[in-house]
Protein backbone atom coordinates (compact mmCIF):
# COMPACT_ATOMS: atom_id res chain seq x y z
CA UNK A 1 0.00 0.00 0.00
CA UNK A 2 1.35 3.39 -0.89
CA UNK A 3 0.72 7.06 0.78
CA UNK A 4 0.60 10.41 -0.77
CA UNK A 5 -0.24 14.05 0.33
CA UNK A 6 -1.64 16.51 -1.75
CA UNK A 7 -2.16 19.85 -0.17
CA UNK A 8 -4.81 22.47 -1.51
CA UNK A 9 -2.26 25.44 -1.90
CA UNK A 10 -4.21 28.25 -4.76
CA UNK A 11 -8.07 27.06 -3.40
CA UNK A 12 -10.56 27.47 -0.58
CA UNK A 13 -10.48 23.93 0.56
CA UNK A 14 -14.25 24.88 1.62
CA UNK A 15 -14.94 24.91 -1.69
CA UNK A 16 -13.25 21.64 -2.81
CA UNK A 17 -14.53 19.38 -0.07
CA UNK A 18 -18.08 20.77 0.20
CA UNK A 19 -20.39 21.52 3.18
CA UNK A 20 -20.49 19.03 5.70
CA UNK A 21 -17.54 17.38 3.36
CA UNK A 22 -20.51 16.57 0.32
CA UNK A 23 -18.17 17.29 -2.25
CA UNK A 24 -15.32 14.75 -0.68
CA UNK A 25 -17.67 11.86 0.05
CA UNK A 26 -18.24 12.15 -3.96
CA UNK A 27 -14.54 11.85 -4.41
CA UNK A 28 -14.30 9.16 -1.97
CA UNK A 29 -17.77 6.81 -3.85
CA UNK A 30 -15.38 7.22 -7.02
CA UNK A 31 -12.46 5.70 -5.78
CA UNK A 32 -14.19 3.05 -3.04
CA UNK A 33 -10.64 0.88 -3.32
CA UNK A 34 -8.70 4.14 -1.60
CA UNK A 35 -8.43 5.57 1.59
CA UNK A 36 -8.73 9.42 1.68
CA UNK A 37 -8.42 11.11 4.53
CA UNK A 38 -8.62 15.58 4.61
CA UNK A 39 -7.29 18.06 7.41
CA UNK A 40 -7.17 21.60 6.89
CA UNK A 41 -6.05 21.97 2.98
CA UNK A 42 -4.26 18.27 3.05
CA UNK A 43 -5.57 15.53 1.26
CA UNK A 44 -4.21 12.43 2.27
CA UNK A 45 -4.54 8.88 -0.33
CA UNK A 46 -3.83 6.10 0.69
CA UNK A 47 -4.19 2.51 -1.64
CA UNK A 48 -2.93 1.10 -5.02
CA UNK A 49 -0.50 3.09 -6.20
CA UNK A 50 -2.48 3.24 -10.33
CA UNK A 51 -5.25 4.30 -8.07
CA UNK A 52 -3.52 7.10 -6.27
CA UNK A 53 -2.19 8.13 -9.33
CA UNK A 54 -6.19 8.28 -10.97
CA UNK A 55 -6.99 10.15 -8.13
CA UNK A 56 -4.32 12.97 -8.06
CA UNK A 57 -4.76 13.64 -11.69
CA UNK A 58 -8.75 13.98 -11.04
CA UNK A 59 -8.13 16.39 -7.85
CA UNK A 60 -5.61 18.29 -10.15
CA UNK A 61 -8.21 19.17 -12.33
CA UNK A 62 -10.82 19.94 -10.04
CA UNK A 63 -8.13 22.53 -8.43
CA UNK A 64 -7.93 23.87 -12.08
CA UNK A 65 -11.67 24.77 -12.56
CA UNK A 66 -11.73 26.30 -9.11
CA UNK A 67 -8.90 28.33 -9.87
CA UNK A 68 -11.13 29.45 -12.77
CA UNK A 69 -14.00 29.80 -11.63
CA UNK A 70 -13.89 29.51 -7.78
CA UNK A 71 -16.74 27.92 -7.38
CA UNK A 72 -17.54 23.88 -8.51
CA UNK A 73 -21.25 22.94 -7.83
CA UNK A 74 -21.52 18.38 -6.38
CA UNK A 75 -23.15 18.36 -9.86
CA UNK A 76 -20.09 19.15 -11.89
CA UNK A 77 -17.66 18.21 -9.69
CA UNK A 78 -18.87 14.88 -10.30
CA UNK A 79 -18.99 14.63 -13.90
CA UNK A 80 -15.49 16.24 -13.74
CA UNK A 81 -14.33 13.11 -11.73
CA UNK A 82 -16.08 10.90 -14.40
CA UNK A 83 -14.20 12.16 -17.65
CA UNK A 84 -11.62 10.18 -18.64
CA UNK A 85 -9.67 11.10 -21.43
CA UNK A 86 -8.02 14.68 -22.71
CA UNK A 87 -11.45 15.78 -24.76
CA UNK A 88 -14.09 15.63 -21.44
CA UNK A 89 -11.16 17.64 -19.79
CA UNK A 90 -11.53 20.43 -22.05
CA UNK A 91 -15.33 20.10 -21.72
CA UNK A 92 -14.67 21.33 -18.00
CA UNK A 93 -11.04 23.59 -18.28
CA UNK A 94 -12.49 25.92 -21.37
CA UNK A 95 -9.24 27.66 -22.22
CA UNK A 96 -10.40 28.67 -26.01
CA UNK A 97 -12.76 31.46 -26.48
CA UNK A 98 -13.54 30.10 -29.37
CA UNK A 99 -15.75 27.93 -27.56
CA UNK A 100 -18.24 30.60 -26.31
CA UNK A 101 -21.59 30.23 -28.40
CA UNK A 102 -23.27 33.37 -26.56
CA UNK A 103 -21.96 36.13 -24.17
CA UNK A 104 -25.79 36.55 -21.95
CA UNK A 105 -26.27 38.94 -19.41
CA UNK A 106 -24.04 39.71 -16.65
CA UNK A 107 -20.60 38.27 -18.58
CA UNK A 108 -22.10 35.10 -18.36
CA UNK A 109 -21.08 32.57 -21.14
CA UNK A 110 -22.58 30.03 -22.65
CA UNK A 111 -20.61 26.92 -23.87
CA UNK A 112 -21.09 23.39 -25.19
CA UNK A 113 -20.45 21.64 -21.79
CA UNK A 114 -20.05 18.10 -22.87
CA UNK A 115 -18.70 16.16 -25.76
CA UNK A 116 -21.94 15.58 -27.61
CA UNK A 117 -22.93 18.90 -26.91
CA UNK A 118 -20.41 19.98 -29.10
CA UNK A 119 -21.15 17.52 -32.15
CA UNK A 120 -24.49 18.97 -31.56
CA UNK A 121 -22.49 22.73 -31.84
CA UNK A 122 -19.97 21.04 -34.84
CA UNK A 123 -23.19 19.32 -37.07
CA UNK A 124 -24.82 22.37 -36.80
CA UNK A 125 -22.14 24.17 -38.29
CA UNK A 126 -22.01 21.73 -41.08
CA UNK A 127 -26.07 20.98 -41.29
CA UNK A 128 -29.19 22.88 -41.82
CA UNK A 129 -30.81 20.44 -40.34
CA UNK A 130 -29.88 18.45 -37.10
CA UNK A 131 -31.45 16.00 -34.59
CA UNK A 132 -30.53 15.83 -31.29
CA UNK A 133 -32.03 12.86 -29.13
CA UNK A 134 -31.63 12.17 -26.10
CA UNK A 135 -32.60 11.88 -22.02
CA UNK A 136 -34.43 15.09 -19.86
CA UNK A 137 -31.18 16.96 -18.84
CA UNK A 138 -28.39 16.52 -21.61
CA UNK A 139 -28.78 20.35 -22.41
CA UNK A 140 -30.49 19.28 -26.01
CA UNK A 141 -33.00 22.38 -26.18
CA UNK A 142 -30.13 24.94 -24.15
CA UNK A 143 -27.64 24.46 -26.66
CA UNK A 144 -29.99 24.90 -29.98
CA UNK A 145 -31.32 27.80 -28.09
CA UNK A 146 -27.95 28.84 -27.96
CA UNK A 147 -26.93 28.33 -31.07
CA UNK A 148 -29.94 29.74 -32.63
CA UNK A 149 -28.89 33.54 -30.51
CA UNK A 150 -25.70 33.05 -32.01
CA UNK A 151 -26.75 32.95 -35.44
CA UNK A 152 -29.07 35.82 -34.88
CA UNK A 153 -26.27 38.11 -33.15
CA UNK A 154 -23.45 37.21 -36.11
CA UNK A 155 -26.15 38.53 -38.84
CA UNK A 156 -26.37 34.62 -40.15
CA UNK A 157 -30.13 34.67 -40.56
CA UNK A 158 -32.77 37.50 -39.37
CA UNK A 159 -34.91 35.55 -37.32
CA UNK A 160 -35.67 32.75 -34.51
CA UNK A 161 -38.52 30.75 -34.16
CA UNK A 162 -39.20 28.29 -31.46
CA UNK A 163 -41.62 26.14 -31.66
CA UNK A 164 -43.12 23.07 -29.29
CA UNK A 165 -45.94 20.91 -29.86
CA UNK A 166 -48.93 21.31 -27.60
CA UNK A 167 -49.43 18.35 -26.35
CA UNK A 168 -51.46 17.60 -22.73
CA UNK A 169 -49.17 16.07 -20.39
CA UNK A 170 -51.22 14.29 -18.35
CA UNK A 171 -53.37 17.78 -18.11
CA UNK A 172 -56.19 19.16 -19.86
CA UNK A 173 -56.00 22.33 -21.73
CA UNK A 174 -59.48 23.28 -21.19
CA UNK A 175 -59.38 23.37 -17.61
CA UNK A 176 -56.38 25.31 -17.15
CA UNK A 177 -57.42 29.36 -16.71
CA UNK A 178 -56.88 32.05 -19.00
CA UNK A 179 -56.99 32.75 -22.46
CA UNK A 180 -55.26 30.24 -25.44
CA UNK A 181 -51.72 31.58 -24.97
CA UNK A 182 -51.65 31.76 -21.31
CA UNK A 183 -52.60 28.24 -21.38
CA UNK A 184 -50.12 27.88 -23.98
CA UNK A 185 -47.43 29.18 -22.64
CA UNK A 186 -46.56 27.09 -19.86
CA UNK A 187 -45.43 24.36 -22.37
CA UNK A 188 -42.82 26.80 -24.14
CA UNK A 189 -41.63 28.01 -20.81
CA UNK A 190 -38.07 25.86 -20.89
CA UNK A 191 -37.64 28.11 -24.14
CA UNK A 192 -38.85 31.35 -22.23
CA UNK A 193 -35.87 30.40 -19.77
CA UNK A 194 -32.94 29.04 -21.87
CA UNK A 195 -33.17 32.85 -23.80
CA UNK A 196 -33.30 35.25 -20.32
CA UNK A 197 -29.65 33.20 -19.87
CA UNK A 198 -28.56 35.07 -23.29
CA UNK A 199 -30.08 37.85 -23.99
CA UNK A 200 -30.89 40.83 -21.98
CA UNK A 201 -34.02 41.16 -20.61
CA UNK A 202 -34.96 44.81 -22.65
CA UNK A 203 -33.52 43.57 -25.66
CA UNK A 204 -35.47 40.21 -25.79
CA UNK A 205 -38.29 42.11 -24.83
CA UNK A 206 -37.64 44.06 -27.99
CA UNK A 207 -36.96 40.87 -30.18
CA UNK A 208 -39.82 39.32 -29.10
CA UNK A 209 -42.43 42.30 -29.33
CA UNK A 210 -40.96 42.68 -33.27
CA UNK A 211 -41.18 38.91 -33.68
CA UNK A 212 -37.42 38.60 -34.91
CA UNK A 213 -37.71 35.89 -32.00
CA UNK A 214 -41.08 34.03 -32.32
CA UNK A 215 -42.24 30.81 -29.48
CA UNK A 216 -45.30 29.40 -30.75
CA UNK A 217 -47.11 26.10 -30.91
CA UNK A 218 -45.83 23.69 -33.75
CA UNK A 219 -49.89 23.95 -35.12
CA UNK A 220 -48.96 27.63 -35.43
CA UNK A 221 -46.30 26.81 -38.23
CA UNK A 222 -48.32 24.48 -41.16
CA UNK A 223 -48.59 26.53 -43.88
CA UNK A 224 -46.03 28.52 -43.49
CA UNK A 225 -42.26 29.04 -45.46
CA UNK A 226 -39.77 30.01 -43.66
CA UNK A 227 -36.66 31.78 -44.79
CA UNK A 228 -33.49 33.25 -43.17
CA UNK A 229 -34.84 31.70 -39.89
CA UNK A 230 -33.10 29.47 -37.33
CA UNK A 231 -35.73 27.23 -36.50
CA UNK A 232 -36.07 25.05 -33.40
CA UNK A 233 -38.86 22.28 -32.64
CA UNK A 234 -38.44 20.98 -29.13
CA UNK A 235 -39.73 18.37 -27.43
CA UNK A 236 -40.11 16.54 -30.88
CA UNK A 237 -41.15 12.72 -29.64
CA UNK A 238 -45.02 14.75 -29.22
CA UNK A 239 -45.44 15.57 -32.94
CA UNK A 240 -46.89 12.96 -34.95
CA UNK A 241 -45.47 11.65 -38.04
CA UNK A 242 -47.85 14.39 -40.06
CA UNK A 243 -46.23 17.45 -37.86
CA UNK A 244 -42.50 16.30 -38.11
CA UNK A 245 -43.30 16.15 -41.89
CA UNK A 246 -45.17 19.55 -42.16
CA UNK A 247 -42.34 21.20 -39.85
CA UNK A 248 -39.71 20.09 -42.18
CA UNK A 249 -41.17 21.47 -45.71
CA UNK A 250 -41.41 25.03 -43.78
CA UNK A 251 -38.18 25.08 -44.33
CA UNK A 252 -37.07 27.83 -46.53
CA UNK A 253 -34.04 29.86 -48.43
CA UNK A 254 -30.88 30.14 -45.59
CA UNK A 255 -32.84 28.45 -43.09
CA UNK A 256 -31.72 26.20 -40.42
CA UNK A 257 -33.50 23.91 -38.43
CA UNK A 258 -32.85 21.72 -35.25
CA UNK A 259 -35.29 19.12 -33.80
CA UNK A 260 -34.59 18.09 -30.58
CA UNK A 261 -36.51 14.76 -28.49
CA UNK A 262 -36.37 12.53 -25.55
CA UNK A 263 -37.80 8.90 -27.15
CA UNK A 264 -38.45 7.99 -23.66
CA UNK A 265 -41.00 10.41 -22.38
CA UNK A 266 -43.67 10.59 -25.40
CA UNK A 267 -47.12 12.53 -24.27
CA UNK A 268 -48.92 11.33 -26.78
CA UNK A 269 -52.33 9.32 -26.88
CA UNK A 270 -51.55 5.47 -26.91
CA UNK A 271 -52.75 4.67 -30.01
CA UNK A 272 -51.03 7.74 -31.37
CA UNK A 273 -47.09 7.03 -32.46
CA UNK A 274 -44.77 10.00 -32.27
CA UNK A 275 -43.09 10.76 -35.60
CA UNK A 276 -39.33 11.84 -34.56
CA UNK A 277 -38.59 7.93 -34.49
CA UNK A 278 -39.82 7.55 -37.89
CA UNK A 279 -38.21 10.60 -38.92
CA UNK A 280 -34.71 9.85 -37.82
CA UNK A 281 -34.52 6.18 -38.97
CA UNK A 282 -35.29 7.41 -42.90
CA UNK A 283 -33.51 10.73 -42.62
CA UNK A 284 -30.14 9.20 -41.44
CA UNK A 285 -28.29 9.11 -44.70
CA UNK A 286 -29.28 12.49 -46.40
CA UNK A 287 -26.31 15.49 -47.40
CA UNK A 288 -26.84 17.99 -45.14
CA UNK A 289 -29.12 16.07 -42.37
CA UNK A 290 -27.09 15.80 -38.87
CA UNK A 291 -28.00 13.14 -36.41
CA UNK A 292 -26.43 13.58 -32.59
CA UNK A 293 -27.43 10.71 -29.98
CA UNK A 294 -26.78 12.39 -26.53
CA UNK A 295 -27.22 10.17 -23.40
CA UNK A 296 -26.44 10.03 -19.63
CA UNK A 297 -23.09 11.42 -19.69
CA UNK A 298 -24.25 14.72 -21.00
CA UNK A 299 -26.43 15.45 -18.40
CA UNK A 300 -25.76 19.05 -16.84
CA UNK A 301 -28.75 18.98 -14.60
CA UNK A 302 -28.35 18.07 -10.54
CA UNK A 303 -25.63 14.90 -10.13
CA UNK A 304 -29.33 12.79 -9.45
CA UNK A 305 -30.61 13.22 -12.59
CA UNK A 306 -28.07 10.64 -13.97
CA UNK A 307 -28.62 7.92 -11.48
CA UNK A 308 -32.18 8.60 -12.12
CA UNK A 309 -31.81 8.32 -15.88
CA UNK A 310 -29.89 4.58 -14.91
CA UNK A 311 -32.66 3.89 -12.62
CA UNK A 312 -35.58 4.19 -15.55
CA UNK A 313 -32.87 2.59 -18.12
CA UNK A 314 -32.52 -0.53 -16.09
CA UNK A 315 -36.32 -0.44 -15.42
CA UNK A 316 -37.13 -0.49 -19.29
CA UNK A 317 -34.37 -3.20 -20.18
CA UNK A 318 -36.19 -5.86 -17.77
CA UNK A 319 -39.30 -4.75 -18.80
CA UNK A 320 -38.26 -5.44 -22.56
CA UNK A 321 -36.69 -8.97 -21.46
CA UNK A 322 -40.04 -10.07 -19.66
CA UNK A 323 -42.10 -9.45 -23.37
CA UNK A 324 -39.63 -11.02 -24.92
CA UNK A 325 -39.16 -13.86 -22.86
Known amino acids: MTETIITLQSVNPIEFFGVNNGKLDILKKKFPLLKILSRG ?20 LLVQYLERNGHVSENYFEQILGGDDAESVDNFIERNPNDVLVFGPNGKTVRARTLNQKKMVSSSDKNDVVF ?49 KEKI ?45 YIILDEAQNASDLQIKMFLTRIGANAKA ?47 VKAIIRAYDRERDRDQNKTAS
Request: avoid cysteine; aromatic fraction near 4%.
Open 132 to 180: AIGPAGTGKTYTAVALAVRALKNKQVKKIILTRPAVEAGENLGFLPGDL
Open 185 to 229: DPYLRPLYDALDDMIPADKLGYYMSSRVIEIAPLAYMRGRTLDNA
Open 41 to 60: TQIKLSGAPEQIENAREKIE
Open 258 to 304: IITGDLTQIDLPKNQKSGLEKATRILQNIDGIGHIELNEDDVVRHRL
